[in-house]
């Protein structure tokens, strides 16, 4: 059974910084494209930033240049490094793993809420 569970999240005040962590069991992570969603309320779920097994990374606009997506094959692990946060960047944030091949593999975390306010 494979399990994702999100940690790192938070309230935080504008401009910080927070790191979400996506940890893994019951499958490695070979040949998984690893993401970052995000979901406000009343609203479709968006792809923040992605990371291909070969380490392609994409991310959405409006997170280019302050998100950062990681992962660590070995501990099956994926991490978003987000700075200079903004108010506008409250919502629940999902993990995500999905085969690139077998796409019926495609697995989600619980959600962990970041919260950007002073």
């Known amino acids: 059974q494979v399990q994702l569970v999100e940690s790192g999240g938070g309230l935080v005040q504008p401009g910080g910084s927070l790191r979400l962590s996506c940890a893994a069991s019951g499958t490695s992570f070979s040949g998984y494209v690893l993401g970052w969603y995000r979901q406000a309320p009343g609203k479709q779920r968006e792809l923040v930033a992605s990371?291909?097994?070969?380490?392609?990374?994409n991310y959405a606009d409006s997170v280019k240049g302050r998100f950062t997506i990681s992962r660590d094959n070995a501990k099956t692990t994926v991490y978003l490094h987000m700075n200079s946060l903004k108010p506008e960047d409250t919502t629940v944030y999902y993990c995500?793993?999905?085969?690139?091949?077998?796409?019926?593999?495609?697995?989600w975390g619980q959600g962990t809420q970041v919260t950007v306010s002073s």
């Open positions: 995500n793993a999905k085969h690139a091949i077998a796409g019926y593999l495609d697995y």
């Open positions: 990371v291909t097994s070969g380490g392609r990374t």
